[in-house]
């Protein structure tokens, strides 16, 4: 979804208008992001608590993963340097990020 060419252009359009509508931002962010780490600090809470996983820091933790998704590939569609991401780098993403993810907090297959 972050990488759809639709999803790029509104990026870049609430990044412009934003300085106009300040408010933008802000309801932007609560309505998409907000939710959504709030929903993987809960799930990665309950992992924690059933000793599935260790994490110390259960809001940096759900950033850094979100963040890990989106990574310098999303900043370059940004900046018009590419253009979204095909299949196999998508689930080459995906596989890279959570294989380092759970081995950062501790998960042992």
Same mark, same amino acid.
């Not at 609560?30 to 110390?56: D, F, K, N, T």
């Not at 989106?70 to 900043?75: N, T, V």
């Not at 253009?83 to 297959?109: D, P």
């Given at each position: ?6 999803? %790029? !252009?509104?990026? &870049?359009? %609430? %990044?412009?208008? !934003? ?10 962010? &609560?309505? =998409?992001? /907000?939710?959504?780490?709030? !929903?993987?600090? @809960?799930?990665? *809470? /309950? ?13 940096? @933790? @759900? ?11 999303? $900043?370059?569609?940004?900046? =018009?340097?590419?253009?979204?991401? =095909?299949?196999? *780098?998508? !689930?080459?993403?995906?596989?890279? #990020? #959570? *294989? $380092?993810?759970?081995? +950062?907090? +501790?998960?042992?297959?």
């Amino acid at each position: 979804m972050a990488y759809a060419d639709e999803a %790029i !252009q509104l990026y &870049r359009l %609430i %990044i412009a208008e !934003q300085q106009h509508f300040p408010e933008l931002g802000e309801l932007i962010y &609560r309505s =998409g992001p /907000e939710p959504l780490l709030r !929903q993987m600090a @809960s799930y990665l *809470a /309950e992992l924690s608590g059933r000793g599935i996983l260790h994490v110390a820091d259960l809001e940096t @933790s @759900s950033r850094l993963f979100l963040d890990m998704l989106k990574g310098d590939q999303h $900043f370059r569609c940004l900046l =018009g340097l590419q253009t979204g991401l =095909g299949e196999t *780098a998508k !689930q080459r993403l995906i596989s890279t #990020v #959570v *294989a $380092f993810f759970l081995k +950062g907090h +501790g998960y042992e297959a």
